[in-house]
T-cell receptor, first 109, second 114 residues
């Protein structure tokens, strides 16, 4: 069945270091969304990528969608303690969202 | 702002009990979803609905049922709770049918089955 694999499961960084999480799908996706879940909170939508090869930026966050629309990445430049949380990708195939298992980011001040 | 409200933040139930988890959204969204979240497994879709009285199975529907009698309300039912259903349950809604809209999540309901 449809699967979206996400790595790494955990990442511990020093404040100011960069961070990247990767998602790979077993099949081509219509689009991919990214969510952030703060500790004790619920997932909150960050962005959606639709086009093959698309790159979008939100301040220190850069999102990429692969050419084959099977993989995506989220890169955070110069992490801050406010970036702490779990980042999920969610790939869409037809009318279903398939979530990755998430990457839990811890930022040490 | 869209608001998705889940009726209970924390529940403790006994094995075999019937459990109702209620979710209400206030933005007239067509789509509603129930997920469960477990460490290391991410969010797994239990059921979803695109319209009143309409439901479709997600990836892990076994042991669950749903009800959508009104557009704003989507209920998850555990007919006979079991310990392996101890989890965080997240309700979500989205605006556009057939076209991806962002998912708006509720605060979650943490269920413990003893």
């Amino acid at each position: 069945g449809q699967q979206v694999m996400q790595i790494p499961q955990y990442q511990h960084v020093q404040e100011g270091e960069d961070f990247t999480t990767y998602c790979n799908s077993s099949t081509t996706l219509s689009n991919i969304q990214w969510y952030k879940q703060r500790p004790g909170g619920h997932p909150v939508f960050l962005i959606q990528l639709v086009k093959s090869g698309e790159v979008k930026k939100q301040k220190r966050l850069t999102f990429q969608f692969g050419e084959a629309k099977k993989n995506s990445s989220l890169h955070i430049t110069a992490t801050q303690t406010t970036d702490v949380g779990t980042y999920f990708c969610a790939g869409r195939n037809f009318n279903k969202f398939y979530f990755g298992s998430g990457t839990k980011l811890n930022v040490k001040p | 702002d869209v608001k998705v409200t889940q009726s209970s933040r924390y529940l403790v139930k006994r094995t075999g009990e019937k459990v109702f988890l209620e979710c209400v959204q206030d933005m007239d969204h067509e789509n509603m979803f129930w997920y469960r979240q477990d460490p290391g497994l991410g969010l797994r879709l239990i059921y979803f609905s695109y319209d009143v009285k309409m439901k479709e199975k997600g990836d892990i529907p076994e042991g669950y049922s749903v009800s959508r009698e009104k557009k704003e309300r989507f209920s998850l039912i555990l007919e006979s709770a079991s310990t392996n259903q101890t989890s965080m349950y997240l309700c979500a809604s989205s605006l556009l049918q057939g076209v991806t809209g962002e998912l708006f999540f509720g605060e979650g309901s943490r269920l413990t089955v003893l």
